[in-house]
């Protein structure tokens, strides 16, 4: 059976089942669409936590900035596994005590203000739009290799998909869809891992095999892969290149943004008590782990089979023959990802070889970081029941955050906006009905921003990540932790943090991420060494600062609000804000 036929058997195969899922589990109430009723079960929902969070960024990108960006990419790993440890211990058990369906809900509950409820809609479509452009793009690129078609017809065929099973099966759908999702994508990570963790080093389990000694040198891997790497003229694979200052900011931009992000949080309002909540935070570390664990030694192998594949020698060697990469069947895959555009070789100096080099004047391969996941097992000569198995893992981590997205958008416009505000006498059959619309809008805005995206789908969604870092998780901390302050003063801090982060960002990436408007770049940054994807961390300090400094000069919050907080904060029981 070719290659081709095999991708369509497995994909179409988990197409099916995440269709039926979502028929199966159709929505038909509210309560349903919004919060699957609130009764899944802890461990099913950390297990569609984990599918929610493990996105195109995940799954498809985070090995491809760790295998070109080495140390200074931990980052990425620290931030969004310590943004976890927040969100269990300060953000889901209290917001699950409080018994509301949304964010932007608690927020205009908690600040008795529709003023503000308003302004975290704005700031939650704001950042799940840049989100969900991440995760189109990798749609895109999983589609278009491994169905054949351009990026374009991928990312199309990709929000059908979501469409069907989202908008069907609202959040019960979307649930129970993701767990099916999480089983198809850990399995998709760790199988070709563990073939290549055995290649290079035979050690099976890769996580420790990236500390192990490689079998071709006998010498450490990271070891072989820092002299290789430096030989071409790379900076060294294990060394620290960014400022401190810049990657302390990011990954603490990405912790405060994990326990911000609405559509994360949300799953939290789907368990039945506030013990589940924290135990499906817990259950979310163990499932996000076993995927986390193994994204460094993937990125790392993944960037040595790529050298060892133009310097099969060895780098002191002349380059790969160009005659051998249009025709030697172990280089098909070089010539696959080359037709989606992913991947280009030209041979510049007509020496018919192809180098690959830090040196822009000599290089002549160049390779999309969002392409090294789904290329590994091709890159390692993998079955091609692997290379199959992946594709399906790598749609299934972007389509499920993707949905997951959608869910937290069209909840919003449809509960938040439509139902408080300009309908409240909407029968339940109507507000699903709007919500439903509203989805298949945020599906189309998303797919054409996804057609060209800021940078690549881990890039794009951290961008996201800094938006909801500085306008929703402040919000959320001074909500409860914070008695005092008041409806004017919130809505002032999150106006103050998503404007200034926002406004940072175009900057950096270019207006509405036209990149010909940008006035910087992350390369020469505006202030310091703080990058566009870094300054959340900033935002979130502002948010503080206006908050405070605007509840000082203004009424404190009323005395019932005041209990209200007090109350939220003992995490016991699940009664709504109306049982205080």
Not at 291 to 309: C, D, E, H, S
Not at 331 to 347: C, E, I, K, S
Not at 473 to 502: C, D, Q, R, Y
Request: charged share 10%; proline share 4%.
């Amino acid at each position: 059976m070719d290659q081709f036929t095999l991708n369509l058997l497995v994909v179409g195969a988990t197409f099916a089942l995440y269709i039926g899922i979502a028929i199966w589990a159709r929505a038909g109430s509210t309560a349903e669409f919004y919060a699957a009723g609130r009764g899944v079960h802890p461990v099913l929902n950390g297990m569609a936590t984990g599918a929610d969070w493990m996105s195109a960024a995940s799954f498809i990108s985070m090995a491809g900035i760790i295998a070109f960006s080495g140390y200074d990419a931990s980052t990425y790993l620290m931030g969004w596994t310590g943004g976890y440890v927040l969100l269990a211990m300060l953000v889901a058990p209290y917001l699950r005590k409080f018994g509301k369906f949304t964010v932007p809900e608690f927020i205009g509950d908690r600040f008795y203000s529709q003023a503000a409820r308003n302004v975290a809609v704005i700031c939650l479509i704001v950042a799940s739009i840049t989100y969900v452009i991440g995760q189109m793009t990798g749609v895109g690129v999983a589609f278009s290799r491994f169905l054949e078609v351009d990026n374009t017809t991928g990312l199309f065929i990709g929000a059908a998909i979501v469409f069907l099973y989202a908008v069907l099966g609202g959040m019960k759908g979307i649930t129970y869809t993701q767990v099916a999702q999480y089983v198809v994508l850990i399995i998709a990570y760790t199988i070709p891992a563990i073939f290549i963790s055995l290649q290079l080093t035979g050690n099976p389990i890769p996580a420790l095999g990236l500390f192990s000694n490689d079998v071709n040198t006998g010498a450490p891997i990271l070891s072989t892969l820092n002299d290789t790497i430096e030989a071409l003229g790379f900076k060294s694979y294990t060394g620290q290149h960014d400022s401190t200052l810049n990657m302390f900011l990011f990954t603490m931009t990405l912790m405060i943004g994990t326990a911000g992000l609405p559509h994360v949080i949300v799953r939290f309002f789907t368990v039945p008590t506030v013990a589940d909540a924290r135990s499906s935070a817990g259950w979310a570390l163990v499932f996000i782990s076993l995927l986390y664990l193994t994204a460094p030694a993937v990125g790392a192998m993944a960037r040595l089979n790529l050298i060892n594949t133009f310097y099969p020698e060895g780098v002191s060697q002349p380059a790969v023959e160009l005659s051998q990469i249009e025709t030697s069947p172990q280089n098909l895959w070089v010539r696959n990802w080359a037709t989606t555009g992913l991947l280009t070789f030209d041979d510049k100096n007509g020496d018919g070889r192809i180098e690959y080099n830090a040196n822009p004047a000599t290089n002549e391969l160049d390779v999309n970081r969002d392409i090294i996941t789904l290329a590994n097992p091709e890159i390692a000569n993998l079955p091609g029941w692997v290379i199959a198995l992946v594709a399906a893992g790598g749609l299934a981590a972007a389509l499920s955050t993707a949905a997951g997205l959608l869910m937290a958008i069209s909840s919003a416009v449809s509960h938040d906006l439509i139902k408080s505000q300009f309908n409240p006498g909407i029968s339940e059959k109507g507000e699903l009905l709007a919500a439903r619309i509203s989805m298949a809008v945020a599906i189309v805005v998303a797919t054409y921003l996804g057609l060209n995206p800021p940078g690549f789908a881990a890039q794009t969604v951290a961008l996201a990540f800094g938006l909801a870092a500085s306008s929703i998780f402040p919000a959320l901390m001074m909500g409860i932790f914070s008695k005092k302050v008041n409806n004017v003063g919130a809505a002032t801090g999150m106006l103050v943090g998503l404007t200034t982060t926002l406004v940072y960002i175009f900057l950096h990436k270019g207006w509405f991420f036209v990149a010909s408007t940008a006035s910087f770049s992350d390369a020469d940054p505006m202030i310091l060494t703080i990058k566009s994807t870094s300054f959340g961390a900033v935002g979130a300090l502002l948010n503080f600062i206006a908050a405070y400094v605007v509840t000082g000069m203004t009424k404190e919050a009323p005395e019932d609000i005041q209990e209200l907080v007090e109350s939220i904060r003992i995490p016991k029981g699940a009664g709504t804000a109306t049982d205080h």
